[in-house]
């Protein structure tokens, strides 16, 4: 899957329930789509720096943004989990046993290309 349009530059305002985030966008607060129905709540905190998408102009959507990305300790993390099907995945393993999942993904924002990567381990 691509993210299609410009990300826009956005900042954490408050988390109302599991698919919606209030960010503001210069000074204005946006309600936001997050895909991610996840905890989050160590990522997502007061004054987080977002990178946000909006949605198409032609869409019924009832949020105007999408919540893309959080800026965390300077890694950006991507919180468009169906982003996942297009992600190359190295699994680490030992012999019948997955360790953990090597994730790299390339994003290009602001003319520039970025590679995201993590690392997601399963608990024996």
């Known amino acids: 899957m691509k993210i299609e349009g410009p990300l826009i530059p956005a900042t954490f305002v408050e988390r109302p329930n599991r698919f919606i985030t209030l960010v503001s966008i210069d000074g204005d607060v946006h309600r936001s789509h997050l895909p991610d129905p996840g905890r989050l709540k160590e990522l997502l905190v007061s004054g987080a720096d977002l990178l946000v998408r909006q ?5 019924n959507r009832k ?3 999408t919540t893309v990305m959080v800026n965390h300790d300077g890694q950006l993390i991507l919180l468009v989990l169906i ?5 190359n995945f190295h699994w680490l393993y030992r012999p019948r046993e997955i360790m953990a999942i090597l994730v790299s993904y390339w994003v290009v924002y602001d003319r520039k290309t970025y590679q995201l990567n993590g690392m997601s381990s399963f608990p024996y």
């Open 55 to 59: 949605a198409p102009k032609d869409s």
């Open 63 to 65: 949020t105007r943004y």
């Open 83 to 87: 982003v996942f099907d297009s992600i």
